[in-house]
């Protein structure tokens, strides 16, 4: 299902992201990051040393998931979510403001590697329960960035 990774078939992709310092105003609610779900099977994300990034509980609240030490955020994403029928959810998150004027001051950066299924993968529900639809791996995550940059 992973094979063609670093091919042309396959659209993992490690991506640098960059948060520039935050200006002196900002809207009400603004965030770095806006909540949602990642697309394809897991992401790692690595964090410099900036905090933001928060995830939703099974409470619907969200909790600081802060940078520590040489440790990877696995996001799950839908993909997975779909393959195993609800079994591994794919959790929203979002990067919100740091509180502290010298951290707002400062660059956030981050890694994300975007794992995801060959483009002709057919993703099933594994326990044959049919609770989702089979979908074209490629044409679904292609067809979420492409509703992203419509917004
Ligand atoms: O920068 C982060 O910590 C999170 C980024 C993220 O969730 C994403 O790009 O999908
Ligand atoms: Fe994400």
């Known amino acids: 299902m992973h094979s063609l990774i670093g091919t042309r078939a396959n659209i993992t992709s490690l991506t640098a992201l960059h948060y520039p310092p935050v200006p002196e105003h900002v809207s009400e609610g603004q965030l770095r990051c806006g909540e949602h779900t990642d697309f394809g099977t897991i992401t790692l994300l690595f964090q410099d040393e900036v905090p933001g990034l928060e995830v939703?509980?099974?409470?619907?609240?969200?909790?600081?998931?802060?940078?520590?030490?040489?440790?990877?955020?696995?996001?799950?994403?839908?993909?997975?979510q779909r393959w195993t029928?609800?079994?591994?959810?794919?959790?929203?998150?979002?990067?919100?403001?740091?509180?502290?004027?010298a951290l707002r001051k400062v660059s956030r950066r981050s890694l994300a590697f975007f794992v995801n299924p060959n483009d002709d993968a057919v993703i099933t529900c594994l326990d044959d329960s049919g609770k989702y639809e089979p979908v074209n791996a490629g044409e679904y995550v292609k067809g979420k960035i492409a509703a992203l940059t419509k917004e």
């Open 85 to 101: 029928a609800d079994g591994i959810v794919s959790n929203k998150h979002r990067v919100v403001l740091p509180d502290t004027e």
């Open 56 to 80: 939703l509980n099974r409470h619907g609240r969200y909790i600081p998931a802060p940078p520590l030490p040489n440790t990877v955020v696995v996001n799950i994403g839908d993909l997975m």
